[in-house]
């Protein structure tokens, strides 16, 4: 057990996808995994155990923000060993051809700071995902009906961002989406040697404004989890 996961020893697998809402994790587990298990429920943030196609996957919420990321994957990968972390989560488009419902994979991720910023000093350090995984989720997108797109992202810890001019840069320089956490989830990654990768789907635009009606989101959200399952282990 840790401070915020009640898990015993051997309840989390070492592969775990990582939504940040703790409801989303619940949804997932019930609709892809076989004999899911509650094996966390501490300040509500969700967290199932079950198999997909005979392999063992963990599937438990991240909350919002890469401060949150950052205490849940230390106590994923410190305390039970989570070998490949694969955040599954919803993203703001930010360049035209990238629309509502479209499919991305964070190659990088940019960030203003992250929890571990403060460990690098004067270097930027720019952290990305498992190649292998990269490769693999690029593969499983292929086989479906989901325009898929590679690339940089921008992970950000301000929801409400009144940084106009920050938001420009980042669509001036082809970053495609905005989200909260795969930053931090890279960084991790690289430091303790494991495997990361954020699949996540396009929910709004912050260019034009669309935004996915909520009814509709569990149903596209699928084939990001599908995606993201048939990554880890090809």
């Known amino acids: 057990m840790t401070p915020h996961i009640a898990a015993k020893p051997g309840d989390i697998a070492e592969t775990v996808l990582m939504p940040g809402d703790p409801y989303r994790a619940k949804w997932a587990a019930e609709t892809y995994l076989t004999d899911a298990k509650c094996i966390n429920e501490v300040r509500g943030m969700l967290g199932f155990t079950g ?38 989560g919803s993203c703001g488009a930010m360049q035209d051809h990238v629309k509502v419902r479209d499919v991305v994979l964070a190659m990088t991720a940019t960030s203003t700071g992250t929890p571990s910023k403060t460990i690098f000093k004067e270097i930027d350090y720019a952290p990305h995902c498992d190649f292998g995984l990269l490769q693999a989720a690029h593969a499983a997108a292929q086989g479906r009906d989901a325009t898929t797109h590679v690339g940089s992202i921008y992970s950000s810890d301000t929801f409400y961002s009144e940084r106009n001019d920050l938001t420009e840069q980042m669509i ?63």
């Open 51 to 88: 198999t997909w196609n005979g392999n063992r996957v963990t599937i438990m919420g991240s909350g919002m923000g890469m401060p949150s990321m950052s205490i849940y994957a230390n106590e994923l990968i410190k305390e039970y060993d989570a070998q490949t972390l694969i955040r599954i």
């Open 172 to 234: 001036r320089h082809g970053v495609l989406a905005v989200e909260m956490e795969a930053a931090e989830l890279y960084i991790l990654a690289a430091r303790y040697k494991r495997r990361a990768l954020a699949v996540m789907t396009v929910s709004d635009h912050i260019i034009s404004g669309e935004a996915l009606p909520s009814d509709q989101r569990e149903r596209t959200f699928g084939d990001m989890v599908e995606i993201a399952l048939e990554a880890a282990f090809s």
